[in-house]
């Protein structure tokens, strides 16, 4: 139920959509009605709403902090007991119907699996990501099964997750399948934007992770003053700001983390702190 409403309430409420359709019910208010006030209110808003979140850095405003919230992770620790990877970067309609693996803007994730898997030979490898479609369809995880070699992972070493439809059940799901130990060290890598949000499932599920991020979309808080080329590149960035806002919230609010906003775990006296040199260095 919570995934379903989840989608739905999102679409509602995504900006680029809440800006045209106020637009739009302002026109219609405008002409076919005496709701004239009201009518001009709307489409005003709309329009602002467009060229504000298009065109300004509403998106970076909004995007930096979750993005700054988890360093970027340092080169010189020792290598992990394993790496978990979240889905999110497969476009698992058009990959299962082209039969070739088609990344999306997150396409980093499924990058960095191979990466890190070169790197640290003898680190478990964990792919957690099932269908996002209400209707189901082929899970991420069972196309880079197939498309191993494509992607440059060992098939041998992948251990797959395919059922999970969220965040949370990335969390759990992985928990139940990897069972790790106290004394074990996992990465977690998924987007920057989204490491709160996951860290807080990792942890409401008892499993301790290192972040990982990667796939950032801003080159840090200067970009808080840079205007957009294109107001599609802005809105695209808004909406995806927003949705990760709401997603904390709900989250929180549903008891699936323990933070309105994860932060990282205090270093310990006798563990190597995870920062590292600019975020953009570490993950592009």
Not at 140 to 159: M, N, Y
Request: net charge neutral; glycine share 10%.
């Amino acid at each position: 139920m919570f995934f379903t409403s989840s989608k739905l309430i999102y679409f509602l409420i995504t900006p680029s959509n809440l800006f045209i359709l106020a637009g739009l019910a302002g026109v219609v208010l405008l002409i076919s009605s005496g709701l004239r006030r009201t009518g001009a209110t709307l489409a005003l808003g709309g329009t602002l709403g467009l060229l504000l979140g298009g065109l300004f850095p509403l998106s970076e405003l909004a995007l930096l902090p979750l993005e700054q919230r988890f360093p970027a992770y340092a080169s010189d620790v020792p290598a992990p007991t394993g790496i978990i990877v979240l889905g999110g970067g497969i476009e698992a309609g058009v990959s299962e119907a082209r039969d070739q693996v088609i990344v999306n803007d997150a396409g980093e994730r499924p990058i960095y699996l191979a990466d890190l898997a070169r790197r640290f030979p003898q680190a478990r490898l964990v792919f957690s990501g099932g269908s996002g479609f209400l209707g189901g369809g082929e899970s991420e995880a069972d196309i880079v099964s197939r498309h191993a070699d494509a992607i440059g992972v060992p098939r041998s070493r992948l251990i797959l997750e395919n059922r999970s439809r969220n965040t949370r059940e990335n969390a759990a799901f992985s928990a139940a399948l990897i069972h790790p130990k106290p004394e074990e060290r996992w990465l977690l890598v998924t987007s920057a934007w989204h490491m709160p949000r996951a860290v807080g499932c990792f942890r409401e599920a008892g499993f301790r992770v290192e972040a990982f991020p990667v796939d950032y979309r801003t080159r840090g808080w200067n970009d808080a003053l840079r205007l957009h080329a294109f107001s599609s590149d802005g809105l695209l960035q808004l909406d995806l700001a927003v949705k990760e806002w709401i997603g904390l919230a709900a989250y929180k609010l549903a008891g699936y983390i323990p933070d309105w906003f994860p932060a990282p775990d205090a270093p310990s006296p006798e563990t190597p702190s995870p920062a590292a040199p600019s975020p953009g260095s570490a993950s592009r």
